[in-house]
């Protein structure tokens, strides 16, 4: 039992800062970019039963708006669909940038994706009406998003880029758990699914329904 306990001692601080190196990583070099003719998209994160942001919505969200005020971007998409209840991610987020002070109509709901690759492709038409899209989430699985998005239609290989943010250490709950999840995805896409080009096509969920108040706005 006493060599168990050290054994976790050791290895939990070797997991840290395995996990804050490959956040660091993946963190997107400051890079310029012309302001203006762009969009923000911030990928979904489940929210509480009770229907209010998760920490993990807050953090996606108060990041994206960094990135949409710094690069001056003329909207924000939030895209995810109700996946562990039946709350919808993007609403519950849209309504969280709402009372951080983002306008209504410089807000766009995608409601159906259920996972990352959908999170693009139930974007793909949009995406590709402007010259940049910056992809929030943290470092790692914004890089996994841009990534798919190149997979998925070879014209948004320059333009959707990393805007990832590396987590502050006091959210070690998630994003301990988070690095793990995203290094495992990594291995599947490289061992799986980057194998068969057939499987590269955008995919997009069912519509769920939803109140006029929450339809999407679109360009």
Same mark, same amino acid.
């Given at each position: 039992? /006493?060599?168990?306990?050290?054994?976790?001692?050791?290895?939990?601080?070797?997991?840290?800062?395995?996990?804050?190196?490959?956040?660091?990583?993946?963190?997107?070099?400051?890079?310029?970019?012309?302001?203006?003719?762009?969009?923000?998209?911030?990928?979904?994160?489940?929210?509480?039963?009770?229907?209010?942001?998760?920490?993990?919505?807050?953090?996606?969200?108060?990041?994206?708006?960094?990135?949409?005020?710094?690069?001056?971007?003329?909207?924000?998409?939030?895209?995810?669909?109700?996946?562990?209840?039946?709350?919808?991610?993007?609403?519950?987020?849209?309504?969280?940038? /709402?009372?951080?002070?983002?306008?209504?109509?410089?807000?766009?709901?995608?409601?159906?994706?259920?996972?990352?690759?959908?999170?693009?492709?139930?974007?793909?038409?949009?995406?590709? /009406?402007?010259?940049?899209?910056?992809?929030?989430?943290?470092?790692?699985?914004?890089?996994?998003?841009?990534?798919?998005?190149?997979?998925?239609?070879?014209?948004?290989?320059?333009?959707?880029?990393?805007?990832?943010?590396?987590?502050?250490?006091?959210?070690?709950?998630?994003?301990?758990?988070?690095?793990?999840?995203?290094?495992?995805?990594?291995?599947?896409?490289?061992?799986?699914?980057? @194998?068969?080009?057939?499987?590269?096509? $955008?995919?997009?969920?069912? @519509?769920?329904?939803?109140?006029?108040?929450?339809? $999407?706005?679109?360009?």
């Amino acid at each position: 039992m /006493k060599n168990r306990w050290i054994g976790a001692l050791l290895t939990f601080p070797i997991a840290v800062l395995a996990s804050e190196a490959a956040y660091r990583i993946a963190e997107p070099s400051a890079q310029s970019y012309p302001s203006g003719n762009c969009l923000v998209l911030a990928l979904g994160a489940p929210s509480r039963a009770d229907g209010t942001a998760s920490a993990l919505q807050r953090f996606r969200v108060e990041a994206a708006l960094d990135t949409l005020r710094q690069r001056r971007c003329r909207g924000l998409l939030l895209s995810g669909g109700a996946v562990r209840n039946e709350r919808i991610e993007a609403v519950t987020m849209a309504n969280l940038a /709402k009372t951080l002070g983002v306008p209504a109509d410089q807000l766009v709901i995608e409601p159906t994706a259920r996972n990352t690759w959908q999170n693009v492709g139930c974007l793909h038409s949009r995406l590709l /009406k402007v010259e940049r899209v910056f992809v929030v989430s943290d470092s790692l699985h914004a890089q996994r998003a841009v990534r798919y998005a190149c997979r998925q239609d070879a014209r948004l290989c320059q333009r959707v880029v990393n805007a990832g943010v590396v987590p502050p250490i006091d959210q070690l709950w998630w994003s301990l758990p988070g690095a793990a999840w995203q290094g495992a995805a990594f291995l599947r896409d490289r061992l799986q699914f980057e @194998r068969n080009a057939s499987a590269n096509g $955008p995919l997009c969920g069912q @519509r769920p329904p939803m109140s006029s108040s929450h339809q $999407p706005r679109l360009w």
